[in-house]
């Protein structure tokens, strides 16, 4: 096999690099460019609304250089999980701003869309047909959930890349997928060692995730040869040691040494990692050990229900003392007046009211080891929410001005409660999104659940 | 006495996907990895009682090549749920800090 080259422009595209770090991974002729476009980190409102996480202007400029690098050396550019969330409307935005840097640009290539979003029907099939198992821990899942859900993507692995690649695509956008996929799939077409491609793929994922003192979001590149791979970063003031790139295996994983794959699961428990001078390490023994049949994740998002948010600061200590007490009185109370205001129309069920105190659990909640303990002043974030969004915002308008004065027993009069640092103190957040699904699907047929697209630009 | 914070290069916790969090305890040398793991100062059991979690759902590994002990625990909040206060986990780790390590 020799050797693949492959670069990685940064961790995620939107976050930046360094243009002489890029520069520094073209000059070295790699096989493949590659840059994973988003994750669930940041939570389901990607997925449920379609909206990317990162800015237009910041995605345009590391596209764009990703782009002419690709031009220059002709091999495929790969961009995974567009749009954060990888539905269909991030790889649409995607296209766009690289339609749009091609005409600005002059470059013409052949661009193969991959998109991933489920058909809600063909999932209804699946689970009726026990294809659909839960991952540790999985919400319930039924076909009306899948029903609800406003959008559900599948995690592809590297073999609708590969499809594409092998199609004649230049540059492959894709739906959601394995971030590691991206960086594995020219590796594995050219048959590298299976365990190499993946775990040099698993670091690459990152960007520079895996130095010593990452200074910024910035590219990286390994060499995947027949036993080993080689991983170095373009910043020479950036480094790599045995250490840190051992210890990427720990970052976001629940187990640091079974990383589970669509298409089965590296394993870095038996991996010699050394230093080939004070910045690249090689990393021997890694091993790939595939499953019988392809699953793929599958994460959807369903509507949770339009917010608001008030926030405010208490440093009285009588109201702090009793705080519990004085929010679920003032909630009762609170009760009466929505009965006045809507007739009836919106009752007890119709909307929540949730409280965190800040400097007290308002971190950890039930986890919080220190929970009894307060300090002289606390803050305090009221969430309300309801399914629409005219009701929450009048139930926040009233409810803020409510909490305000609402009495404590200590005090005879009017009291003021709450400190607002912002007028108006209710602020409308909108729709917000919950995450409903953590299961597989074993598919009958895998290449039905990637839509594949090819276009010729410019 | 020393915490475990100033004996480790870096104790973090973050999300593993929405339904999980992972706890990272990492350090610099060979000697304060052992020290700690030898001084039972971090261990499942110690995890769960400071956690308050089911010791049946803790995750716990040594993993030597990083001089790294890793926990993962469900989460007790689905991420951005409702009563979740962490989206990204991060904030999680912090009653480790200052735990005692003995020696």
Known sequence: ?458 | MATLGEMARLIRSKNAGPYMLTFDVMFEDEASYRRVIDAGVLTKAVFAKLYQVDEGEVIFFHHDAAKAIKISIPRPYVQCDLDDGDAYGGQQHAPLVELQVPG
């Open chain 1, 1 to 458: 096999m020799g050797e693949v080259r492959v670069l990685s422009a940064s961790g995620q595209i939107g976050s930046g690099f360094m243009e002489s770090s890029f520069a520094k991974g073209i000059s070295l002729k790699p096989d493949v460019i590659a840059c994973d476009g988003g994750s669930s980190d940041a939570g389901p409102y990607h997925l449920g609304t379609g909206e990317p996480h990162f800015s237009r202007e910041g995605t345009k400029r590391d596209l764009k250089l990703m782009l002419q690098g690709r031009d220059t050396l002709k091999v495929p550019l790969i961009v995974g999980s567009c749009g954060m969330a990888g539905g269909d409307a991030g790889v649409a935005w995607m296209r766009d701003i690289a339609l749009e840097i091609a005409r600005e640009e002059g470059l013409s290539f052949n661009l193969g869309l991959v998109r991933s979003e489920q058909d809600k029907g063909f999932l209804k099939q699946e689970l009726r047909e026990g294809r659909i198992t839960p991952l540790n821990p999985a919400p319930e899942i039924s076909e009306a959930i899948i029903e609800r859900s406003s959008h559900i993507v599948a995690m592809m692995g590297h073999e609708p890349i590969v499809q594409a690649i092998e199609a004649g695509a230049d540059v492959i956008l894709t739906g959601r997928a394995s971030d590691t996929a991206l960086f594995a799939a020219v590796p594995l077409m050219r048959n590298a060692d299976p365990g190499s491609a993946w775990h040099a793929a698993k670091i690459l994922e990152c960007g520079t995730a895996s130095t010593v003192q990452r200074k910024r979001p910035d590219s990286i590149f390994a060499w995947v040869r027949d036993d080993h791979f080689d991983i170095e970063p373009l910043d020479p003031e950036a480094r790599c040691t045995p250490q840190s790139v051992a210890s990427h295996s720990l970052y976001e994983n629940a187990d640091p040494f079974l990383i589970t794959e669509p298409g089965g699961t590296l394993d870095t428990s038996g991996c010699e990692y050394e230093a080939l001078n004070d910045r690249a390490v090689r990393v021997t023994r890694s091993r790939f050990l595939p499953s019988e049949r392809p699953t793929f994740k599958l994460e959807g998002a369903e509507l949770a229900g339009y917010q608001a948010a008030i926030m405010a600061g208490i440093r009285e200590p009588y109201i702090i003392r009793q705080i519990d007490s004085w929010f679920a009185g003032m909630c009762e109370r609170f009760a009466a007046r929505v009965q006045e205001m809507f007739q009836g129309r919106v009752g007890p069920d119709d909307y929540s009211i949730r409280m965190r105190v800040y400097g007290r659990d308002g971190v950890m909640g039930k986890l919080e080891p220190l929970a009894g303990q307060v300090g002289h002043e606390v803050g305090v974030l009221f969430t309300i929410i309801s399914p629409e969004r005219s009701v929450t915002m009048a139930l926040a308008k009233t409810f803020a001005h409510f909490a305000l004065h609402y009495p404590i027993p200590e005090w005879r009069g009017l009291i003021s409660g709450l400190a607002f640092p912002m007028t108006p103190a209710e602020t409308d957040r909108g729709p917000v999104y919950r995450f409903n699904l953590n299961h597989i699907v074993a598919p009958r047929e895998p290449r039905a659940m990637f839509r594949h697209e090819y276009m010729e630009v410019g």
